[in-house]
């Protein structure tokens, strides 16, 4: 599975906005670009996951850089609730397989 | 729907006990997945099951063992259980494996001493 490079750990003021970056250099043209993010205690939750194209959601928006080999996850407004760990995972689009969890970057909000 | 669930919460195992970590999901999900997290890492795939009946190794299988009988449940077995195997397993499920979210479990806190 190609790998992904992100910082150890971000702060950020509530109700600011978050830019969380990962890079990708060896990313596949069938790699998925997923983001999860694990609350503390809690399993891992989907964020949101893309291709080629910037995507949005509910929860956050996904860049990506038109050479793919970076992406950035964007929370517009943080919260308390936001603070937790992020992982960006590449996803093979053509078998069955795992999720590989880094080690992420942990987000702390400041109030 | 109760998502992925799974049982029990948290458990101590003497060394060279044996126990089987219950899963279930109620999304008619034909994936599934084991996952263990050590303290300060990401999550490693243990096993996985593309349907009932189909299993398969992941990152990390040794000391475990697997089922998948049914769509619903997928029980991890941890035989002569060691030290090693103390962590935090997660269970978790997903509809396609190639672009969809897996959706997890609260997990299992385990500790083997």
């Known amino acids: 599975d190609a790998k992904t490079t992100q910082p150890n750990s971000m702060e950020s003021n509530e109700e600011e906005p978050v830019h969380l970056p990962c890079n990708h250099s060896?990313?596949?043209?069938?790699?998925?670009i997923h983001w999860y993010r694990q609350l503390p205690s809690q399993g891992p939750e989907y964020v949101i996951h893309g291709l080629t194209s910037n995507v949005n959601n509910r929860m956050a928006s996904l860049a990506i850089a038109e050479d793919r080999k970076s992406s950035t996850l964007i929370l517009h407004r943080a919260t308390l609730r936001d603070a937790a760990v992020y992982y960006c995972i590449l996803r093979d689009g053509t078998g069955a397989n795992n999720l590989f969890f880094g080690t992420g970057t942990r987000l702390t909000v400041i109030p | 729907n109760a998502g992925v669930t799974q049982t029990p919460k948290f458990r101590i195992l003497k060394i060279g006990q044996s126990m089987t970590l219950q899963c279930t999901q109620d999304?008619?999900?034909?994936?599934m997945y084991w996952y263990r997290q050590d303290p300060g890492m990401g999550l490693k795939l243990i096993y996985y099951?593309?349907?009932?009946?189909?299993?398969d190794k992941g990152e990390v299988p040794n000391g475990y063992n697997v089922s998948r009988s049914t769509t619903e449940d997928f029980p991890l077995r941890l035989e002569l259980a060691a030290p090693s195997q103390t962590s935090v397993y997660f269970c978790?499920?997903?509809?396609?494996?190639?672009?969809?979210?897996?959706?997890f479990g609260p997990g299992t806190r385990l500790t083997v001493t």
């Open positions: 999304m008619n999900h034909n994936y």
């Open positions: 060896t990313i596949s043209g069938t790699d998925y």
């Open positions: 099951s593309v349907g009932a009946g189909i299993t």
């Open positions: 978790a499920s997903s509809f396609d494996p190639r672009s969809y979210e897996q959706y």
